[in-house]
């Protein structure tokens, strides 16, 4: 089980970097918007994968998340490919 992922995006592992990437003035909308996102896949995902067990779809689940996390992994590229560390700039 992938415990990150129950974890808020304060407490992964990405939070201080994206910390040190941005202003300080920037810090709390940042940690914001990460929050909201957070929330709101959480609550959607445990209801609609809840739903589509409870409905006998016992494969469909995780196939959805297969399909989420591999468009994920591709859209990293497009968004961030150009992104350097601080310490690479």
Same mark, same amino acid.
């Given at each position: =089980?992938?415990? $990150? $992922?129950?974890? #808020?995006?304060? +407490?992964? +592992?990405? *939070?201080? &970097? =994206?910390?040190? $990437?941005?202003?300080?003035? !920037?810090? &709390?909308?940042?940690?914001? %918007? &990460?929050? +909201?996102?957070?929330? %709101?896949?959480? +609550?959607?995902?445990?209801?609609?994968?809840?739903?589509?067990?409870? $409905?006998?779809?016992?494969?469909? #689940?995780?196939? %959805?998340?297969?399909?989420?996390?591999? *468009?994920?992994?591709? @859209?990293?590229?497009?968004?961030?490919?150009? &992104?350097?560390? #601080?310490? !690479? @700039?």
């Amino acid at each position: =089980m992938n415990l $990150a $992922a129950l974890n #808020p995006p304060s +407490t992964s +592992t990405v *939070a201080p &970097a =994206m910390n040190d $990437a941005s202003s300080e003035a !920037e810090r &709390a909308t940042t940690t914001d %918007i &990460a929050f +909201t996102a957070w929330g %709101i896949g959480a +609550t959607v995902g445990t209801f609609v994968g809840g739903e589509l067990l409870g $409905a006998g779809l016992l494969l469909v #689940p995780f196939v %959805i998340g297969v399909v989420e996390y591999v *468009a994920a992994s591709a @859209a990293l590229p497009p968004f961030f490919g150009k &992104a350097r560390l #601080p310490e !690479e @700039a």
